[in-house]
Nanobody
Framework: QVQLVESGGGLVQAGGSLRLSCAAS????????MGWFRQAPGKEREFVAG????????DYTNSVKGRFTISRDNAKNTLYLQMNSLKPEDTAVYYC?????????????????WGQGTQVTVSS
């Protein structure tokens, strides 16, 4: 089992940047593929980005490609999401999640462990 704690959210103007972090409790962090999801008010939770166990494989939803970068440091048990050129439509609660699948998956139901979320608000 792994516990996840996100940090780094906040209020930023359009065009700005934020870096989200997700600290994992498990010493077996490198066993899990990881993902970032987001949920805006009144909308379903959606996949943002994912990364494989070793970090060699990544995937992004089309709306963030070229603006967001997912990475991980297995030595520090930490997942990151660098968000640049932020837009008001990126406003949401962002969650990190862990899956026992070793490869990247965009399906919410494939992830067994979730953090509590961190709010990102982008003003126009």
């Amino acid at each position: 089992q792994v516990q996840l704690v996100e940090s780094g959210g906040g209020l930023v103007q359009a065009g700005g940047s934020l870096r989200l972090s997700c600290a994992a409790s498990a010493r077996t962090f490198s066993y899990y593929a990881m993902g970032w999801f987001r949920q805006a008010p009144g909308k379903e939770r959606e996949f943002v980005a994912g990364i494989s166990r070793g970090g060699g494989g990544t995937d992004y939803t089309n709306s963030v490609k070229g603006r967001f970068t997912i990475s991980r440091d297995n030595a520090k048990n930490t997942l990151y999401l660098q968000m640049n050129s932020l837009k008001p439509e990126d406003t949401a609660v962002y969650y990190c999640a862990a899956t026992v699948f070793g490869v990247v998956t965009a399906r919410v139901n494939d992830y067994a462990y979730w953090g509590q979320g961190t709010q990102v608000t982008v003003s126009s």
